[in-house]
């Protein structure tokens, strides 16, 4: 059965107030393009670079606001709506970079918190540290939703292709990479790392984004992107401001890319073999 999917592209600030009904006017534009499956991108409620203001307005799970709207927007509009992940305060005083996905009545139907923690130096002179502030995750999972079996990811998880491997083989159809990567990565390395999960898998990926400059001083780089599992981008959007990209996710398109290319059914096991050295005319014994 196929449906159709929205990313929503944001520029979030440093309000979680303002950014839930940014996100509100923008998850009910993608409503009203027909998306059954709206995703909007990594950290929707909140983009502070600076930790101890961060801190002052967090909230826990019960008591977000982005968690909030997020379920309100589902059951008014009848969707499957995905807050990419939005920051939450969690009891023992660090943060969890955590995703939500709510059914059409309004509940939680799944929640990922991030694995891979972005601990990076850039050639820029950009540094983070997101293991300093937040808890990462440990548990992957594929949901099977009425119109697609759906696995998750955000942002840098995408550089770990195990992740959605593993998801892939475990059934998963369509993969989410809701993002805020910074603009030098993104120019370097976005656009054909979405295209080579979804490639590698056979697989839909729907990645909203985070696009321009923000409050607090970070360039993100856009290009919201949904991909086919070919490698086809489907829709795409700009380098800055706010977008609604909308796409059609037929599933059977995965079964088709399977069936021309089983390299799920046709990986196998191999050992890895660290070798000392070699020799004249041959490989060190």
Same mark, same amino acid.
Request: proline share 3%; with cysteine.
């Given at each position: 059965?196929?449906?159709?999917?929205?990313?929503?592209?944001?520029?979030?600030?440093?309000?979680?107030?303002?950014?839930?009904?940014?996100?509100?006017?923008?998850?009910?534009?993608?409503?009203?393009?027909?998306?059954?499956?709206?995703?909007?991108?990594?950290?929707?409620?909140?983009?502070?670079?600076?930790?101890?203001?961060?801190?002052?307005?967090?909230?826990?799970?019960?008591?977000?606001?982005?968690?909030?709207?997020?379920?309100? $927007?589902? %059951?008014?509009?009848? +969707?499957?709506?995905? &807050?990419?992940?939005? =920051?939450? #305060?969690? *009891?023992?005083?660090?943060?969890?970079?955590?995703?939500?996905?709510?059914?059409?009545?309004?509940?939680?139907?799944?929640?990922?918190?991030?694995?891979?923690?972005?601990?990076?130096?850039?050639?820029?002179?950009?540094?983070?540290?997101?293991?300093?502030?937040?808890?990462?995750?440990?548990?992957?999972?594929?949901?099977?939703?009425?119109?697609?079996?759906?696995?998750?990811?955000?942002?840098?998880?995408?550089?770990?292709?195990?992740?959605?491997?593993?998801?892939?083989?475990?059934?998963?159809?369509?993969?989410?990479?809701?993002?805020?990567?910074?603009?030098?990565?993104?120019?370097?390395?976005?656009?054909? $790392?979405? %295209?080579?999960?979804? +490639?590698?898998?056979? &697989?839909?990926?729907? =990645?909203? #984004?985070? *696009?321009?400059?923000?409050?607090?001083?970070?360039?993100?780089?856009?290009?919201?992107?949904?991909?086919?599992?070919?490698?086809?981008?489907?829709?795409?959007?700009?380098?800055?401001?706010?977008?609604?990209?909308?796409?059609?996710?037929?599933?059977?398109?995965?079964?088709?890319?399977?069936?021309?290319?089983?390299?799920?059914?046709?990986?196998?096991?191999?050992?890895?073999?660290?070798?000392?050295?070699?020799?004249?005319?041959?490989?060190?014994?």
């Amino acid at each position: 059965m196929s449906f159709k999917a929205a990313a929503v592209q944001m520029c979030s600030g440093v309000d979680p107030v303002k950014n839930a009904a940014a996100m509100a006017r923008l998850v009910r534009a993608a409503a009203g393009q027909g998306a059954t499956y709206v995703q909007t991108p990594e950290m929707t409620g909140m983009l502070q670079r600076d930790r101890t203001a961060a801190r002052a307005v967090l909230a826990d799970e019960a008591h977000d606001i982005i968690v909030k709207t997020g379920s309100e $927007l589902a %059951r008014e509009l009848g +969707i499957h709506m995905h &807050v990419g992940s939005t =920051a939450i #305060a969690l *009891a023992d005083g660090k943060i969890a970079n955590r995703g939500f996905l709510f059914g059409p009545d309004g509940k939680i139907l799944n929640r990922y918190d991030k694995i891979h923690m972005f601990d990076v130096d850039l050639d820029n002179g950009e540094s983070w540290r997101e293991s300093a502030a937040y808890t990462a995750g440990s548990e992957a999972r594929v949901l099977s939703l009425p119109f697609a079996e759906m696995g998750f990811a955000i942002c840098y998880d995408v550089r770990f292709p195990a992740l959605f491997r593993a998801q892939a083989v475990a059934g998963a159809e369509v993969m989410t990479v809701p993002a805020a990567f910074t603009k030098q990565t993104g120019e370097a390395h976005w656009e054909i $790392l979405l %295209r080579a999960r979804a +490639i590698e898998n056979g &697989v839909f990926v729907i =990645a909203a #984004a985070q *696009a321009g400059r923000h409050e607090d001083g970070r360039e993100t780089f856009g290009h919201s992107m949904i991909v086919d599992p070919w490698g086809t981008v489907l829709a795409s959007a700009g380098a800055t401001g706010e977008a609604v990209i909308v796409a059609e996710i037929d599933p059977s398109a995965v079964k088709a890319a399977h069936d021309k290319i089983p390299n799920l059914r046709n990986g196998r096991e191999f050992s890895v073999e660290r070798i000392a050295g070699a020799i004249a005319g041959g490989v060190a014994a």
